[in-house]
């Protein structure tokens, strides 16, 4: 699986990580996992064609000492389909951009 992990977490970053996607994200049937929505203007094409299978989200997994951010662009509707893919580069930019400005509105130093 192809990630973005910040590792080393302490127990205060864990806390006000999670606080932080529980106000932000939806929750999953998982605690420490979340879903993030993949904004629409980034769907490649056949994304934008599968609608059936928006929307479209990744996944930030979150344990005491780690936060990784998926890479790979789920449905929330599907398991299995030729839309559900790895990021493209304007995608993984997005994941990567919010990963690094949550940290930073968060004022964390990793």
């Known amino acids: 699986m192809k990630q973005y992990v ?6 205060e970053d864990h806390d006000l ?3 932080f996607l529980d106000n932000n ?18 769907y ?5 064609e599968h609608k059936d299978c928006w929307p479209f989200y990744f996944a ?3 344990s005491q000492t780690t936060i990784n951010f998926e890479l790979l662009i789920r449905s929330k509707n599907v398991l299995r389909c030729s839309c559900i893919r790895y990021a493209d580069r304007a995608q993984r930019d997005y994941i990567l951009d919010y990963a690094d400005r949550m ?3 968060l004022k964390m130093k990793i």
Not at 6 to 11: A, K, N, T, V, W
Not at 25 to 42: C, G
């Open 6 to 11: 910040f590792d080393q977490l302490r127990e």
């Open 17 to 19: 990580l999670h606080e």
């Open 25 to 42: 994200a939806e929750k999953t049937v998982f605690d420490d996992v979340f879903r993030l929505p993949l904004p629409e203007a980034l």
């Open 44 to 48: 490649t094409d056949v994304q934008k």
């Open 60 to 62: 930030v997994n979150l």
């Open 103 to 105: 940290l930073e509105d």
